[in-house]
Structures are given as structure tokens and as C-alpha cells.
């Protein structure tokens, strides 16, 4: 039985009562969330980046040490140089890659981060002379030159020299000379990324890549002659995802050309594409239009992209025309070909560089013969520069990368945490709260309310009643104790238990009845999938074999709310009906949380701005939990200061 049904037979009646919710992957369908006037965009903007940030780790920004870069090896051609370049992101991690520039050299040179994608060999690639791979290339017309259907990798990065540009090839993580790391692609670990530990603090394949592609465009501006008002950034595939991802965080990029990803369709595959909350509410279109209003120029093939040209297309262009800039926007709609990035998109590329960046060239994408460089002429470690070993490489490597983003949190959050004021405290970590569950609360006239039963027990009547978030398809069934001599003041008793916590076959709880007592109305909801014992996953058929790639949990959290939040959601929209009931004109709310909910209401009451909050949490902290499947477990609870920081954040 899949595990999702076995939650639905292990909560019971209460839970079944309660509509299921949808469980996206990475195979969904995300379309654009159109903004409804050029005014609207920076805050929708802001909302994007702000999620892609809190799923790279990268909210805040870790702190950019020496980059100790190293430029080695130039072999020299008619036009262009190659150089091998390795230089430090973080202490003790390499980042590697060709640094490609034009002989002849303009006082001001504009310069394009190329980031590779998952192309065999990456940036080694070569399907090698006269081979079937290579013919085929020629023969469909996707290439011209033999050299370039050997390596497009290195025809685009020579041709962007020709045009005057330096452009910087650098490897992803476990590709050509990026050997600290033997392969991003495995099941669960328990140290390291991809493991429980690391998924609390949002260490990830996705963060570390993304944060080398910044580091990048730090390197590129150390560089002589490099125009910083002309910086770009293009890939495809997998570097397709990382050119959105570099481009929507960094500003200094002036405009993108990510090939072959921006979809409404299938998100990217790859761990380094994935990370925790990153596409809730929104998808690569969004994603994509962070660069706006900067140029931004977009392919499509037979692939996962091949519907672009009527989903995402028309909402991109329909946001740079709001923007007043709609000739900044390109396209290029090619789907005779399979995925690729092949001589017809490269030169879609050409244009749109040479018209953005004013290089002035009348043939830009005229391709010339080059001399193919092996991997000997490439790779950046040689015998006066020896490659990483030992601790440096594999498990203890990212052990250490791991142990250094957490040092970075320690010296940047936790003072927040423990010392900073309340203003100080919600921008930064409340701030990131608000992403890891999503949602704030729903406004007043998207909650509905229905009575399903009422009885007087003679001091108090008995109610049964659901209340519907329909924009959203969520329903939240609950109980609720009146007194007569109601005073206008409520109690929202939150509990894992739900209503049998407040009133029984023999009447009110001894908790209930001191409340009622009081004059006090309480409301306990049946929280989402009441009873459950784990967290349910999505995309079980992505997941194939045994220690696969995709157990990882940004697979699912990455799509898909946690059960926490969920229930987190739940408890937001009982606060929005209670204090919209003119009936019952509320004078006073307090939220209380226990038998297993205490954390769920800090985190409702953190996000909503409520100070009278009381939350048994008999020593609960996230940073216990070692199952990415326990009902309480959230992605990233640690980094943002675990259950101190909702505390806090409900303090007067």
C-alpha cells in the first residue's frame, strides 16, 4: 500500500472527514503568476527571490571569503586565449573552469558566466571526431562545424571571445575537475548533504552550486578590463537552471539567456536543481522573470519546454510589456530539435548579446573553425597544481562545507535569535519563517464558515462546524465550546488529539471546563491529517530503485508544503474565520497549543503577530529529529533558529 493511503487508515474517522491535498512533483504543471500591473511587480519580485534565497541557504548571505583565485596554463590561439582557472568559494572548496578571452581586447569587455549543464563530461565534452554522435549533429542541421558538434561547450565560449567577451566555463558540482565531489546524485546520507541534519539547515547540492555561480561573477569582476555594467550569464540544461538562479539573486548580472529549462512543464531533475520550498507557489517562468525588467532571452526544443511558445512565453512577454520594456524580451522556438544547445540557439544567443551589450558586430553567430582542447589542455590540476585529496574530497569534504554554512548561521542568526530586538528579529528570521510555511493568513472574505451541528448542554452550547479556504481547496473541521455568559474573548486549542482534548462522552475536559468557566470560548480544530505517523511523500514514481537520488526530501518539500506547515495553515485559518465572525464580535483571542501541537501554534502565532500565546512543547526541538518524515520535521526549523526563534517572535 503506498504510504500516503496508510496515513488516510492510520488517522481515523476525525481525519477522513477532512479533504486530502494535493502532493505536486517536479512533472507538475507550474504556470506563471501573472502580476496585474507594472506596480505589483516589485513585491511579487521580492516574494520570488526571497523563496529562492531561503531555499539556497542563502538568506542571509554567507560571508564572501578570499576567493584566492588562481589563473595557470594559457594555451594560445589565432584570436582567443583559454586559461585553467581554479579559486575558493568557501574556504577549502574549489571551483574550476576555462576562462576564454579575445586577443584583441576593448578597453571595457563585456564578460558571460557559462554555466554547463549535464552534458557527458561536461566541460571535458567531445563526442570526438567522425563519430556517429557527431555526424548526427551535422547531419540535422544542428550544427555546422564538425569542431562545434564535438563541443558546443567550447564553440559557444570561443565565439563569445571572437565577439569581443570573456566568458568563464566552470564545472558543476562532480563534473570534470570538480573531483572534491565523486557525485551529487545519491540517496539519503547521514552526514553531509542529503541527510536529515543538513536538510534542517538547508545545505544542499542546489545552495552550494548556486553560491559557486555568485562567487563567479565575483571572480569575472577581479578580472582586467571587464565592464561591470555588462555582465551575462547563459546556459542550458542544468545550467539553464543555474543561469535563472544567478540571475534572479545577483543583480550585477545585466541580462540572461537560460536555454531549454524555463517551463511550465518539468522542473529539472538533478539534486542541484532541487532544494526545499523552492517551487511553491511559483515555477521556472516566475523564477525566470526575476530578471525583469533586464534582458532576458529564453529557448525551447522537443523536450519538457516544447509547449513555451503558449505556456510562459505570452506571461513573460505580458510582464515586460507591463514593465515598458517589451523589445527585452527574446525567444527562440525550436522544437525540431531534441534538448540541446546547438548552433541555431547559439546564435540566438549571439544576437541577443550583441544587441544588449552594444558590441556592434554584423554577423555575430558566424562560427569559424577552432581546435578542439582535450582534457589535458583543460584541466586545471596539473603537477605544479595538484588536485584535492584526502579530506578535502567525498563525505568528509561536504562534512566540512556542511560545518562551515553552519558556522555561517551561528555568527549571523542565532545573535538574532538570542540577543537582537523583536523588528530586528522578524525581518530577518520571520522573514524566512514566513517562507518555510508558506503562507501568511488568508484575508477575511476567503474563509467561509458552515455550522454543522449546535447543541445546548445548559452553560454552554456544543458546536460542530467546518471552515473553508476555497482558493485554496483546504477545510478545517472543528469543534467549539460556548458559554452563555460569553465575555468576547476565545481560546483556538490546538492539539494533535483534536476535539475529544476538549470535550468528551461525559462533557468538557477539565482544561475546557475551567476556560468556560471563565466565560471563555474555545475552538479546537481537527488538524491536518490527524493521527498520521509520517509525513506523506510525493512523486513515488520518480523514485526507482533502491538508495536513489530522489528519497531526497527536496523532492517533495521543494513542491509541497510539510505536514507542519499544513497544519501551521490550518490553524491561520481558524484565526481569520474567529476574528471574523460578527456573531461572535471577539474581543480578545488566545492561541494554545498542546498534546503534540505546542510547536504548531509558536509558529501560527510567530507568523500572525500574536504575543498571548501558550505552547506545551515538553523540550521539543527540530534539531532532535533525525526522519525528514516525522510530522513535525521542517527544512530549514534549524538554520532559522528552531523553536527559540517562535518563541521569540510571540513574545509581547
Same mark, same amino acid.
Given at each position: ?14 481525519? $477522513? ?99 554547463? =549543464? ?9 563526442? =570526438? ?68 541534519? $543538513? ?112 505556456? =510562459? ?10 514593465? =515598458? ?22 546564435? *540566438? ?73 523583536? $523588528? ?18 488568508? $484575508? ?178 527540530? *534539531? ?29
Amino acid at each position: 500500500m503506498k504510504p500516503f493511503l496508510l496515513f488516510l487508515f492510520a488517522a481515523g474517522l476525525a481525519e $477522513a472527514q477532512t479533504p486530502t491535498r494535493e502532493m505536486r512533483d517536479l512533472n507538475g504543471y507550474f504556470p506563471m503568476t501573472p502580476v496585474a500591473s507594472k506596480e505589483a511587480w516589485p513585491a511579487r519580485r521580492t516574494e520570488i527571490e526571497r523563496r529562492v534565497a531561503v531555499a539556497a541557504g542563502l538568506w542571509p548571505m554567507p560571508e564572501k571569503t578570499p576567493l584566492n583565485a588562481v589563473i595557470h596554463g594559457r594555451v594560445e590561439e589565432d584570436d582567443y586565449t583559454v586559461d585553467r582557472v581554479f579559486f575558493e568559494s568557501l574556504p577549502g572548496h574549489f571551483v574550476t573552469g576555462s576562462l576564454y578571452l579575445p586577443k584583441k581586447r576593448p578597453a571595457k569587455m563585456p564578460a558571460v558566466l557559462c554555466p554547463h =549543464g549535464h552534458w557527458p563530461d561536461g566541460r571535458f565534452m567531445d563526442r =570526438g571526431a567522425g563519430s556517429p554522435a557527431t555526424k548526427k549533429e551535422l547531419d540535422t542541421g544542428a550544427e555546422e562545424l564538425e569542431c562545434a558538434a564535438r563541443s558546443p561547450l567550447q564553440a559557444r565560449c570561443i565565439q563569445l571571445a571572437r565577439m569581443g567577451c570573456a566568458a568563464f566555463l566552470y564545472d558543476m558540482l562532480g563534473y570534470a575537475d570538480s573531483v572534491q565531489f565523486t557525485a551529487h546524485r545519491h540517496g539519503a546520507a547521514k552526514t553531509g548533504f542529503l541527510s536529515p541534519s $543538513a536538510d534542517l539547515r538547508l545545505q544542499t547540492y542546489f545552495g552550494l552550486q548556486t553560491w559557486n555561480g555568485l562567487r563567479a561573477v565575483d571572480f569575472l569582476l577581479t578580472l582586467d578590463g571587464v565592464d561591470p555594467d555588462r555582465i551575462g550569464c547563459t546556459g542550458a540544461s542544468g545550467g539553464g537552471t543555474q543561469t535563472m538562479m544567478i540571475a534572479g539573486l545577483d543583480p550585477r548580472v545585466a541580462a540572461a539567456f537560460p536555454c531549454v529549462m524555463v517551463s511550465t512543464a518539468m522542473q529539472g531533475g538533478c539534486t542541484c536543481e532541487n532544494s526545499h520550498h523552492l517551487r511553491i507557489g511559483q515555477g521556472n517562468i516566475d523564477i525566470a522573470a526575476l530578471v525583469a525588467p533586464r534582458p532576458l532571452g529564453v529557448t525551447a526544443a522537443d523536450d519538457w519546454t516544447k509547449e513555451l511558445a503558449t505556456k =510562459g512565453l505570452p506571461e513573460l512577454k505580458d510582464l515586460y510589456q507591463k514593465l =515598458g520594456v517589451p523589445d527585452r524580451i527574446t525567444a527562440h522556438i525550436a522544437t525540431q530539435f531534441p534538448h540541446n544547445y546547438n548552433l541555431p540557439s547559439r546564435k *540566438a544567443m549571439y544576437a541577443f548579446y550583441n544587441r544588449h551589450f552594444r558590441l556592434g558586430l554584423d554577423n555575430p553567430g558566424q562560427e569559424r573553425e577552432f581546435r578542439v582542447l582535450g582534457r589535458e589542455e583543460l584541466s586545471v590540476w596539473t603537477g605544479g597544481h595538484p588536485a584535492p585529496k584526502g579530506d578535502q574530497v567525498g563525505t568528509p569534504h561536504e562534512e566540512a562545507i556542511c560545518a562551515w554554512m553552519s558556522e555561517q548561521d551561528s555568527s549571523r542568526i542565532e545573535p538574532l535569535v538570542h540577543g537582537a530586538d523583536k $523588528a530586528t528579529l522578524r525581518a530577518t528570521v520571520g522573514t524566512a519563517w514566513e517562507v518555510l510555511i508558506g503562507r501568511g493568513a488568508p $484575508a477575511a472574505d476567503q474563509v467561509e464558515y458552515e455550522l454543522l451541528s449546535k447543541e445546548d448542554r445548559g452553560d454552554y452550547l456544543l458546536m460542530e462546524g467546518v471552515t473553508r479556504l476555497k482558493a485554496q481547496g483546504e477545510e478545517v473541521r472543528a469543534t467549539f465550546l460556548y458559554p452563555k455568559d460569553w465575555r468576547g474573548e476565545a481560546v483556538l486549542w490546538l492539539s494533535l488529539e483534536g476535539g475529544e482534548s476538549i470535550h468528551g462522552a461525559s462533557g468538557p475536559t477539565p482544561a475546557a471546563r475551567a476556560l468556560l468557566d471563565d466565560g471563555k470560548a474555545v475552538a479546537c480544530p481537527v488538524l491536518y491529517l490527524q493521527g498520521a505517523t509520517e509525513q506523506p511523500k510525493a512523486g513515488d514514481n520518480l523514485r526507482t530503485k533502491p538508495n536513489d537520488f530522489r528519497e531526497f526530501s527536496g523532492y517533495t518539500f521543494g513542491y509541497n508544503p510539510s505536514l507542519f506547515a499544513r497544519r501551521v495553515h490550518d490553524a491561520m485559518t481558524m484565526v481569520t474565520m474567529m476574528q471574523g465572525r460578527a456573531e461572535y464580535p471577539l474581543k480578545k483571542l488566545q492561541l494554545r497549543g498542546t498534546h503534540g501541537a505546542g510547536p504548531i501554534a509558536l509558529a501560527a502565532g510567530a507568523l500572525l503577530g500574536l504575543t498571548d500565546v501558550e505552547a506545551e512543547t515538553d523540550g521539543f526541538r527540530f *534539531a532532535d529529529l533525525t526522519d525528514p518524515w516525522s510530522v513535525h520535521f521542517v527544512p530549514g526549523a534549524v538554520k532559522y533558529g528552531d523553536i527559540e526563534a517562535l518563541r521569540r517572535l510571540c513574545e509581547p
